[in-house]
Nanobody, 123 residues
Framework: QVQLVESGGGLVQAGGSLRLSCAAS????????MGWFRQAPGKEREFVAA????????YYADSVKGRFTISRDNAKNTLYLQMNSLKPEDTAVYYC????????????????WGKGTLVTVSS
């Protein structure tokens, strides 16, 4: 049973930074892709970033490219999302998700989800 537990959300001013973490357990993730999605109030869940756990290749939504960085720590089975230059429009619940390769950068394509962590960016 795959378990994903997010942490690191909170309130930050525009221009600030946060780092989200996702502790993963229940599998060996070498054949998985893992990613971050977000859902703002009244909006659909959207892709933010993803990583091929084995190769380390990364993928980003255009809206966060150059500001967010996804990474993983194989030894700790932990996924990270470093978020810099945050904007009010980044306010959302951020979810960690996983699926067996190949990567599908869409919510419907993911197999496992965490419960989410709230990020609020004030202007």
């Amino acid at each position: 049973q795959v378990q994903l537990v997010e942490s690191g959300g909170g309130l930050v001013q525009a221009g600030g930074s946060l780092r989200l973490s996702c502790a993963a357990s229940g599998r060996t993730f070498s054949t998985y892709a893992m990613g971050w999605f977000r859902q703002a109030p009244g909006k659909e869940r959207e892709f933010v970033a993803a990583i091929n756990w084995s190769s380390g290749r990364t993928y980003y939504a255009d809206s966060v490219k150059g500001r967010f960085t996804i990474s993983r720590d194989n030894a700790k089975n932990t996924l990270y999302l470093q978020m810099n230059s945050l904007k009010p429009e980044d306010t959302a619940v951020y979810y960690c998700a996983a699926r067996r390769l190949p990567l599908v950068a869409a919510p419907d394509g993911m197999e496992y989800w965490g419960k989410g962590t709230l990020v609020t960016v004030s202007s």
